[in-house]
């Protein structure tokens, strides 16, 4: 990279065009048996994200966009940035806030549209800076929130994370005063990438909801993250699902599925099977959008190509999933027998122990953690009590072997007690890994069979 700062090398935009209401392209777009594909990607040069963007619209699926902000703006390092915007150094995503607006705007111009929204995606407990830059641009769509972006990235308290998010929720609905909808995605679904049991992630992704919804937010998103059995999985989204239904005072929602967040299959054709179970879940419980990963997530930040090749297939998954299972076509009806699961029971009681609370649902989450009515297994944030454990049952479930102080005691049957070791804790968190990269026995007539003839 030359000493030419980037913002040179584009040409500046007066204007961008209004967006489109992330959330209700998607659910327009996604659920029936349709999919919408979504990378993680991101890239300092804005040349390279401008191509990446383009690389993303252009997929043979259908696909929104996503600009990744980089690991300095995450944490509010801002001089960090501009030192190494000034030396060239690469930056491991785009550093929105430090590009002046006019290269964004550029980076833009012609690719974001009505059939191509863009979501921002960081990963800050204090992400103040990052919205008043999204503000300017009239970047309508992004995730995150006070407990899945805290917890797991640092120290902030969380009552700080609390106070910031709420603030942001607060200056983001201003966009309304323009005509533009903002949109928010929760992260809860994906608390700790792995090992956190589905009912927390259910519970959790459902709350941050909430409380975007109580400072303003109307069109909203909640995640989860392909965990390990597929039963507990579809029961979990159908969960979630239900929830919404049922307590979500607004319509304007839908579900992303992420596909694996943990430790991920080193061999190309573990990530692509895996991959394609994501998508396979997605579309069997009514999903409207993926979150995909690449084949090369395990060993360094993937290629354009390789994000390309991830939404194909992903893409072409789904289609094949909608194919051999007609049901799925039919939305999430097709899991309604899931709906009054285990892993349901369980989240609607965390939910209804949060709620019970305080009015307040910045205050009541504040009071859950601190109460021990939400602990996130192996996390060593000080606001998380830490009494938590979970493990990978016989089946491939993911189970409670110890519920701490969580308002469970009457739902959950805990097998005998044993101690969690470190070796039981690595084993579990390569257990994905190993199972995917084994050889497959045989592909028969399974989805993988017609991906590898086509």
């Known amino acids: 990279m030359s000493g030419l700062h980037p913002a040179r090398r584009l040409r500046p935009v007066q204007q961008a065009p209004s967006p489109v209401d992330f959330g209700e392209f998607v659910r327009r777009q996604g659920g029936g048996g349709r999919l919408v594909v979504q990378p993680r990607m991101g890239f300092g040069a804005p040349e390279k994200m401008r191509e990446g963007l383009l690389a993303t619209k252009e997929a043979d699926a259908t696909t929104v966009g996503t600009l990744t902000l980089d690991s300095y703006t995450r944490v509010g390092d ?16 785009y550093p929105v806030v430090n590009h002046p607006p006019a290269t964004t705007a550029a980076v833009l111009e012609g690719v974001r549209d009505a059939g191509f929204p863009v979501q921002i995606r960081h990963g800050s407990a204090t992400p103040i800076d990052i919205f008043w830059a999204m503000m300017r641009l009239r970047l ?53 990438g792995q090992l956190c049991p589905p009912s927390q992630l259910v519970a959790i992704s459902f709350l941050e909801a909430m409380f975007f919804a109580q400072h303003g937010i109307r069109s909203l998103s909640l995640s989860y ?64 959008r993926l979150i995909v990963k690449t084949a090369a997530e395990a060993r360094r930040i993937p290629t354009i190509y390789e994000n ?9 998954s789904a289609e094949l999933t909608a194919q051999q299972d007609p049901a799925a076509a039919q939305g999430p009806q097709g899991t309604a027998g899931r709906s009054d699961s285990q892993t349901y029971r369980e989240a609607r009681a965390l939910v209804d122990a949060v709620l019970n609370l305080d009015g307040d649902i910045g205050r009541a989450l504040l009071t859950a953690f601190g109460r021990g009515y939400l602990d996130v297994p192996y996390c060593v944030h ?36 044993r101690r969690i070791s470190s070796a039981d804790l690595m084993n579990d968190l390569h257990h994905i890994r190993r199972r995917f990269d084994e050889p497959p026995r045989e592909l028969g007539e399974s989805i993988e069979a017609e991906l590898v003839r086509g």
């Open 382 to 417: 000080p606001d998380n009590a830490g009494r938590t454990r979970s493990r990978i049952d016989a089946d491939g479930r993911l189970s409670w072997a110890d519920i701490g102080n969580l308002p469970l005691a009457s739902i959950v049957e805990l097998g005998p007690s």
């Open 308 to 316: 390309v090749l991830a939404l194909e297939y992903a893409g072409r």
């Open 140 to 192: 309508n769509a992004t995730e995150g929130g006070p407990v899945s972006y805290c917890l797991p990235y640092g120290r902030t308290p969380l009552a700080d994370a609390v106070r910031n998010w709420a603030g942001c929720c607060e200056l983001y609905v201003r966009l309304r005063q323009v005509g533009i909808e903002p949109h928010l995605e929760t992260f809860g679904g994906c608390m700790m």
């Open 225 to 288: 993250a392909q965990q390990t059995h597929m039963g507990q999985d579809q029961e979990a989204v159908a969960a979630l699902r239900r929830l919404c239904a049922e307590l979500l005072p607004t319509r304007n929602w839908h579900i992303v599925v992420y596909a694996y967040m943990g430790v991920y299959p080193q061999t190309s054709r573990g990530a692509y099977r895996l991959l394609g179970r994501a998508a396979e879940l997605a579309v069997s419980t009514g999903a409207e």
């Open 78 to 93: 801002l001089d960090a940035v501009d030192s190494a915007l000034r030396r060239g150094i690469d930056l491991n995503g």
